[in-house]
Nanobody, 115 residues
Framework: QVQLVESGGGLVQPGGSLRLSCAAS????????MGWYRQAPGKQRELVAT???????KYADSVKGRFTISRDNVKNTVFLQMNSLKPEDPAVYYC?????????WGQGTQVAVSS
């Protein structure tokens, strides 16, 4: 089993920045990719960014150039640096970890953008 705990959400003005963190614990040796997803009210959950154990990254077109995913292998933590936040970015942001056999989700952290 893998446990994921997200933090760092909050309220920010348009154009502002937030940094989300996802701390992983448990059977993390089995994890080969971690990512951030988001779900806005009334919408499906969508991929934001992923990072593999080899540090390959992938981003949704809507966040390219604004968001950066990274990882700290010592702290078993994945980060999502979000810059230039837009009114369309608010959602609950979820961390996901995948092994060959299972997917694990965190509880989510709320991001709001408002002036």
């Amino acid at each position: 089993q893998v446990q994921l705990v997200e933090s760092g959400g909050g309220l920010v003005q348009p154009g502002g920045s937030l940094r989300l963190s996802c701390a992983a614990s448990g059977s993390i040796f089995s994890i080969y990719v971690m990512g951030w997803y988001r779900q806005a009210p009334g919408k499906q959950r969508e991929l934001v960014a992923t990072i593999t154990s080899g540090d390959s990254t992938k981003y949704a077109d809507s966040v390219k150039g604004r968001f950066t995913i990274s990882r700290d292998n010592v702290k078993n933590t994945v980060f999502l640096q979000m810059n230039s936040l837009k009114p369309e970015d608010p959602a609950v942001y979820y961390c996901k970890a995948s092994s060959a056999y299972s997917h694990y989700w965190g509880q989510g952290t709320q991001v709001a953008v408002s002036s």
